[in-house]
């Protein structure tokens, strides 16, 4: 399975922007999908996941409150609604899945099936 994200672009501060992401292949083999972001310099780190059931959704506290992640289970698709932008989002972000036996989880290893990322960049 494969997943990849879309949607990215140059937003100001306190704008919003909505990523898409797109799943293709075994589907059938994952229980969710979730989100992670790479800052320049940085390692890449959790953002939100979601349960393809729907029943679960976590969250980093860092977007906590200012983003929302979703899902389509008819259309293999997932979305990420990011509100109230902050500079300190700026980064690419990647879409991955996750199987039943890892949910729910915030570590990067529990995740696979990752494609290219999208930029995302929140001016000041």
């Known amino acids: 399975v494969q997943l990849q994200a879309s949607g990215g672009g140059l937003v100001q501060a306190g704008g919003s922007l909505r990523l898409s992401c797109a799943a293709s292949?075994?589907?059938?083999?994952?229980?969710?999908m979730g989100w992670f972001r790479q800052a320049p310099g940085k390692e890449r780190e959790f953002v939100a996941g979601i349960s393809w059931g729907g029943s679960g959704t976590l969250y980093a506290d860092a977007v906590k409150d200012r983003f929302t992640i979703s899902r389509d289970i008819t259309k293999n698709t997932g979305s990420l609604q990011m509100n109230t932008l902050k500079p300190e989002d700026t980064g690419v972000y990647y879409c991955a899945a996750i199987g039943t036996s890892r949910w729910p989880s915030k570590y990067e290893r529990d995740y696979w099936g990752w494609g290219q990322g999208s930029l995302v960049t929140v001016s000041s």
């Open positions: 292949g075994r589907t059938k083999s994952t229980n969710g």
